[in-house]
């Protein structure tokens, strides 16, 4: 019996060690002599056959693949509903599917995808289709349930730590006659992951970050200028950090200046920290500086957690070996076997346990007035930004990242009109 | 005969490397037997006479010293007038120097600095005082004259460099369905040094960044934008650097949003890339993103160019040996020996000579169409991000910066009144 080829497809927002879960997959199922496809920028290529042979790219390739960030096949941020909203689009998935003999189906993503892989399990079955399919865990966000962590927020989490200590190292430096008040936007729509990982950069009051501000606790402006003013008259200057999803009591984005919807129905967010440091300005008449790293802090394969490249490849040959053993409808996940010292494994959970369910930042790893992190979170995050991976560098100084060929097999189908 | 004690100082922004220069003065005066003392904040701690006795700092503390980003001393934003204008707090800097027993004077930073030096030399000597003036160059605006380029500048090139080619892999990897444009700001007011070196993030027409906007040419909104939109509909995406120092054929800087004055007198700046995020939402309709790195560029140790932090480090050792050359209001340059291979070494220049000029980029760096670089910048900026030198890291993931004690000798003056 011919084993049948692996369709491999990233969704949503790409990481730094996405890569590295598709360079996994595919070095484990050539070890198994299974073909892998990947989807041109995810599900869209899967819809319309465009899907990219990966035999053809070198051993070298796949290798390097593993240190380079981005999304090597493409990404999309494209969300099928319900079965039966979506009818079209899920038949038309599994024609492609059946054109190209794919008998497993790795889907890359989030809770979203968790939830698109799970209908596409169950789609098959209905029509007799013997596919395989399993979710593969990906986010900055670190929102997934059932894994203790999810890969790409380890990495984004190391770049945050980093990056406010260096730059509280500079404030520090330049406070008596330059500026005061600095302000960091950290990524996290509705949970403070990437803003409680900034707590990692300094401990005890009077070392930076001085305030976090978290998407889980309300702006109480009045009450954070307060704060400000005591920290830059007590150490000499304050750093901020603020999640991008902080919220007024009343429940409004403290800032959605660019404002919108994307395809998965999230508000588009991106000015808190610009807001945050015209209302210093304002009130205290203090000089203050924002950055706002944006796509740097999850694209910064550079300064990537070591664990966290572990994590990526980790669950990459999980995927793999799960979908040859026969499970369907699971996804590998991260479990934190001890604290100390940081011990870890994969498991298997169903598809259904991860789908559509967002994971929550727990109540004690908040520090009671709600402005920084509790040594509960300390010990959950700091195993994670742990160990460093660096890509190797070439001549001219900068990282050897990989471009695949991305070519893409012939097409056997008629165009699709979705 | 004593030698006397020599007096270091941090002057303006600090950069990822200005310590390891700091950390060489310090090894190379020990060698010989010369005490080292720091001025607290810059300037304002001479005229204070908050002195740091670093004798008092380990040898290990000395070594991190220069793998540590910031200022580990403090530095100022304080430009001396001239001796006229300003002339009680250059004679206070002269008791002090005296009432330590300060027999050289090594002044880290800019063309301002190189000034102030220059006109204390001149005014100990007119007060009979031995003296040795000698400036230390460190920027990242890299626009001091004579040298071939100024240590900071090639670790925020590199940082710069870096980001934009990560970014670009992520943008590239969502632009079907997500961000189609994605504008970096990158540091420089009136030279666009850095954004010259974003340059380095790609090659062809078609490899980010895309457009480069440079302080040197007048911001011409209706090309631009003309520009993003071909090079969207070709290459599916366009990654745009732009200087911070943009200004319209007017003169008028596009963003002076948070404006005002520093103590140098320059226009303080921060808003380009978001206003250019909004002409390219409104006016083309495209998702646009937006990144402001501000501080992180200059702070970013972790990511250093290893040709930078030897600049570094030995523009502060040939200080102290020109110190104790004889010389006297001179300052260590990089002279470009050869291109290929890269062999540079120091020389001494005049103060004089460095003192309030400016360098600007010379006219062949800049494409003929004004939005990228020639093979002449590519010659010149590449030697100056080669090479790595991370700082070590703890078992906790993050690097390990150091903190010194920064004792302070006890004062022989009555207090400042200036």
Redesign the interface.
């Known amino acids: 019996m011919r084993p049948g080829n692996l369709l491999y497809a ?1 969704s949503g ?2 990481t ?1 060690v996405i890569n590295a879960t598709a360079s996994a997959v595919i070095t484990e199922a050539r070890a198994r002599k299974i073909k892998v496809l990947a989807a041109r ?1 995810g599900i ?1 290529g899967a819809l319309r056959e465009e899907l990219i042979d990966t035999s053809r790219e070198s051993a070298a390739a796949i290798r390097a693949l593993a240190h ?11 969300k099928l509903k319900s079965v039966e909203q979506d009818r079209a689009r899920y038949e038309r998935l599994l024609e492609v599917l059946r054109a190209h003999d794919v008998r497993y189906f790795l889907y890359n993503g989030g809770n979203d995808s968790a939830d698109t892989a799970l209908k596409v399990s169950k789609l098959a079955a209905e029509f007799g289709y013997p596919l395989t399919c399993i979710g593969v865990p990906k986010t900055v966000d670190n929102d997934l349930a059932v894994t203790d962590c999810c890969p790409g927020f380890g990495s984004a989490a ?1 770049y945050t ?3 406010v ?10 406070s ?4 005061k008040v ?1 302000v960091y936007e950290a990524m996290g729509r509705h949970a403070g992951w990437l803003s409680a990982a900034a707590g ?2 300094g401990k005890g009051p009077d070392e930076a970050p001085h305030l976090i501000l978290f998407p889980e606790r309300p702006y109480d402006e009045a009450d954070f200028l307060v704060r400000v003013k005591k920290i830059v008259d007590r150490v000499g200057y304050c750093v901020v950090v603020a999640s991008e999803g902080i919220r007024t009591a009343e429940g409004k984005f403290v800032a959605d200046a ?1 404002a919108g919807k ?2 998965f129905g999230h508000t588009q967010l ?2 808190v920290a ?1 807001f945050l ?2 209302r210093v ?1 304002d009130a205290l008449g203090l000089k ?9 802090q ?6 990537a ?1 070591k ?1 966290d490249v572990d994590h990526a490849m980790a669950v990459g040959t999980a995927a793999v070996r799960q979908a040859l053993s026969g499970a369907n409808a699971t996804i590998p996940v991260i479990k934190r076997v001890s604290q100390a010292p940081y011990r870890w494994k994969i498991e298997s959970a169903p598809l259904e346990k991860v789908a559509n369910h967002e994971k929550t930042m727990p109540a004690n790893f908040l520090r009671k007035d709600g402005y920084g992190i509790t040594q509960a979170a300390r010990d959950y995050l ?1 195993p994670l ?4 991976a ?1 890509p190797p ?1 070439g ?5 050897k ?1 990989c471009t695949l060929k991305n070519t893409l097999v012939k097409k056997k189908l008629p165009p699709w009109q979705g």
Chains 1, 2 share one sequence.
């Open positions: 990233q927002g790409v730094a920028n869209l380079t960030p981005g999304g090597a096949f493409g990404s999309c941020r494209v190391k730590a980093v990056s200590r260096e730059a509280a190292l500079d404030v520090a430096a330049m008596e006659t330059s500026t600095f990692l950069a660019g994307d395809a991106g000015g610009s440091a015209g300005k203050v500086h924002w950055t706002l790293p944006d796509y740097l999850r694209s910064a394969r550079h300064l957690s664990t700091e930004i742990r160990g460093e660096p560098y001549r001219d100084g900068m990282p990242y």
